[in-house]
C-alpha cells in the first residue's frame, strides 16, 4: 500500500465549494481499483487549509493505472480549480509503528462501492420483473442503482458521494413523497435486496447481515411513512449514518 497526502490552501472563502468539488470527485475516486480509502481534512487551526489522504494499492498503480483510466479524467474534471492550490503533493509508505487500527466501517466491510454496485444492479434488475414492485419502478432513471449504491455507502460510512451529487437525505425524502408505498410492497423490496446481497457476494457474516438488516428495515418503514399522502416530513434532517449493532465477526479459526 502507498499513501498519497495533497496539502491545499485554498483559502476560507473558497472552502465550501472546494469541499463540495471534493464531494463530487469522491464516486469517479470510490470507483478505481486502485484506490484503497480517502479523506479530505481540514485544519482546525486555519480552516482554508486541507490535506487529502489517499492510500493506493501502488505508487505505479495510482501514478499508471488510476491516471490512465476514465476514472482519473472525471475525477480531475471536479477538482481542475484547485490544482493551482496545492502546496505539497507526496507518496508515502508505511512503517512498523502504529497504533490499533479502529474496526473497518460497513462500507469497507461490504466491499467498497463496487460491492454495493453489484447489490443494486443485482436488486434492480429483479424488482423490474416483480409484479409488485414494477409499478413502483416503471421507468426507473438508468443510473437509478449507482445513485443508491452512493446513497448505502454514504450511510455506510463511505464517501459523501450521494450529498454531493443528489443532495443528501432531501433529496431521497423527496422521492418518497406522496409514493404511497404498501406495507406489502416494502416487505417484498426489503425480501428481494437481501437476496440480491446473497447474489452479489456480500459478506454473509451474521454481524454484518445483521447490520444490513436492520438498517433495510429501518429506511424502508421510513420510507413507507414519507410516502403517505399529506406527510409531514422534516427535509432538513441529516443523512443518516449506520453501523455496526455488534462488532466485526471474527473467525476463530484466525486466533483473532
Avoid at 11 to 25: K, L, P, S, T
Avoid at 83 to 103: K, L, N
Avoid at 219 to 241: K, N, Q
Wanted: hydrophobic share 40%; aromatic share 12%; with cysteine.
Amino acid at each position: 500500500m502507498t499513501i498519497e497526502y495533497i496539502r491545499y490552501r485554498v483559502g476560507a472563502g473558497r472552502a465550501a465549494a472546494f469541499e463540495a468539488a471534493y464531494a463530487r470527485a469522491a464516486t469517479p475516486l470510490g470507483e478505481s481499483p486502485h484506490c484503497v480509502d480517502y479523506e479530505l481534512a481540514r485544519c482546525v487551526e486555519d480552516p482554508g487549509d486541507y490535506i487529502l489522504r489517499i492510500t493506493w494499492t501502488s505508487v505505479n498503480d495510482h501514478l499508471e493505472g488510476f491516471r490512465g483510466s476514465p476514472e482519473f479524467g472525471r475525477f480531475l474534471a471536479e477538482i481542475r480549480e484547485y490544482v493551482p492550490d496545492i502546496q505539497e503533493m507526496r507518496h508515502y509508505e508505511p512503517t512498523s509503528v502504529a497504533g490499533p487500527a479502529g474496526p473497518p466501517t460497513l462500507y469497507e466491510w461490504a466491499g467498497g462501492r463496487s460491492a454495493l454496485l453489484r447489490l443494486t444492479e443485482t436488486f434492480y434488475r429483479t424488482v423490474l420483473e416483480d409484479e409488485l414492485l414494477e409499478p413502483v419502478f416503471r421507468g426507473m432513471d438508468p443510473a437509478h442503482p449507482r445513485h443508491v449504491a452512493d446513497w448505502l455507502g454514504e450511510v455506510f460510512g463511505g464517501p459523501p458521494a450521494y450529498s454531493g451529487h443528489r443532495g443528501g437525505h432531501r433529496h431521497m425524502i423527496g422521492r418518497h413523497l406522496g409514493r404511497a408505498i404498501t406495507e406489502q410492497q416494502r416487505r417484498r423490496w426489503v425480501s428481494l435486496l437481501l437476496d440480491a446481497a446473497d447474489e452479489a457476494g456480500l459478506p454473509a457474516d451474521p454481524e454484518f447481515r445483521a447490520a444490513f438488516a436492520g438498517y433495510l428495515e429501518w429506511g424502508s418503514r421510513l420510507a413507507v411513512v414519507f410516502s403517505r399522502p399529506g406527510a409531514e416530513v422534516d427535509v432538513e434532517e441529516p443523512m443518516p449514518r449506520w453501523d455496526w449493532t455488534m462488532p466485526p465477526w471474527k473467525d476463530p479459526a484466525s486466533g483473532g
